[in-house]
């Protein structure tokens, strides 16, 4: 199902219909609409983008540091063949959190097509193949049943309800051991 392209291209990873990249400064008018989209809002919080500017310094700042010092961060997703920018996946290193976490967004109109479920599993098998991981969490706010769905369907479990700050709400922490084949 997943194709890695190791031909040194933009594109990390290759599914049948998605193109997983690295975001660039270019992509901030994406960024601005992903982030301020309605499911963001409600089930991500606020990450005060009021600009394209905003939206520019956001991956400059907080996505694109993850790649030089993991390998790993937010991933544009792109859907094949016109590469029209539909969402995010990736994982994290984040504070709070023993394992790496994968998240993923979509644009309201991209959701409900099965790309956050291809792009997860793309995700997690490359974490897996690429980074040696042994174990990758997902957080999740209880009532974003739509994301835990996919999270299950990604063969992950829950664990327990964690906070990643003593101040802020309880989140569902799930997570997926890999086996050694």
Known sequence: MTAINRAGGVNIIETDRL???????EDDEFIYRLL???????????????TTLDARNYITEKLMPSYE??????????LKPENLPVGMCGIIKRDGLDDVDLGFA??????RKGYALEASEAVLNYAKSK?????????TIPENTGSINILKKCGMEFEKMVRLKEDEEELMLFSVTFREN
């Open 106 to 111: 979509l644009l309201p109109e991209h959701e």
């Open 69 to 78: 010092k993991f390998g790993f961060g937010f991933w544009r997703v792109g």
């Open 19 to 25: 193109n997983l990249r690295r975001f660039i400064p």
């Open 36 to 50: 301020n989209s309605p499911g963001w809002l409600k089930n991500i919080g606020t990450r005060n983008i009021n």
């Open 131 to 139: 980074f040696k991981l042994n174990k990758v969490a997902a957080i």
